[in-house]
């Protein structure tokens, strides 16, 4: 299985500062790692697919990239809502798997 | 307006059974891949089952093979998981999960989770 970890564990920022957050992976995926957001009580939110190309809807702060097995996800500006959990994703192999996190917490 | 709402969960014994059950509209289950991710209390995502658009492909992963299995009903526009020989591990929020652009392996619809809690 393809192992992703994600670093650091617990971000802490203030509002309009940049988040940087990595995912590595165990073997390469190429570009196959998408990105989701996570707020407390909801489900997951897709932010990013195939490294670095935004879903729908998903606002310009929100930027990856990467390639091969180091990944990154780059928030350019804090907003209060960005204030949540993150997790990567790769579909390179089956199983489909999922980084452990990284929680972006108010500083 | 793509939605997608799951029912059926609830407590069960070790060993018991449950079957999940996610309400589609907006959209045909026959166009897209859709998967069941479950996340454990304080945890993270685990994807446990994966049926393709056309039916073709099913995948579940090693946790849960030769328990759980994925089925849809295009017709009632639902897509089920029937949970067998559950275990304590087992207990999570089970979300169901559309892929986005067809079969892309990236979940990008959810619905809201529905609780599974295994316990004696």
């Known amino acids: 299985d393809i192992v992703l970890t994600q670093s650091p564990a617990t971000l802490s920022l203030s509002p309009g500062e940049r988040a940087t957050l990595s995912c590595r992976a165990s073997h390469s995926i190429s570009n196959h790692l998408a990105w989701f957001q996570q707020r407390p009580g909801l489900a997951p939110r897709l932010l990013i697919y195939d490294a670095s190309h935004r879903a729908t809807g998903i606002p310009a702060r929100f930027s990856g990239s990467g390639s091969g097995t180091d990944f990154t996800l780059t928030i350019s500006s804090l907003e209060p809502e960005d204030f949540a959990v993150y997790y990567c994703?790769?579909?390179?192999?089956?199983?489909?798997?999922f980084g452990g996190g990284t929680k972006v917490e108010i500083k | 307006q793509v939605q997608m709402e799951e029912s059926g969960g609830g407590m069960a014994k070790p060993g018991g059974s449950l079957r999940l059950s996610c309400v589609v509209s907006?959209?045909?289950?026959?166009?897209?891949?859709m998967s069941w991710v479950r996340q454990a209390p304080g945890k993270g995502l685990e994807w446990i089952s994966y049926l393709s658009s056309s039916g073709g492909a099913i995948y579940h992963a090693a946790s849960v093979k030769g328990r759980f299995t994925i089925s849809r009903d295009n017709a009632k526009n639902s897509l089920f998981l029937q949970m067998d020989n559950l275990r304590v591990e087992d207990t999570a929020v089970y979300f169901c999960?559309?892929?986005?652009?067809?079969?892309?392996?990236?979940?990008?619809?959810w619905g809201q989770g529905t609780l599974v809690a295994v316990a004696s």
């Open positions: 999960a559309r892929d986005y652009g067809g079969d892309s392996w990236y979940p990008e619809f």
């Open positions: 994703q790769q579909r390179g192999n089956w199983p489909l798997t």
């Open positions: 907006g959209f045909a289950l026959s166009d897209y891949s």
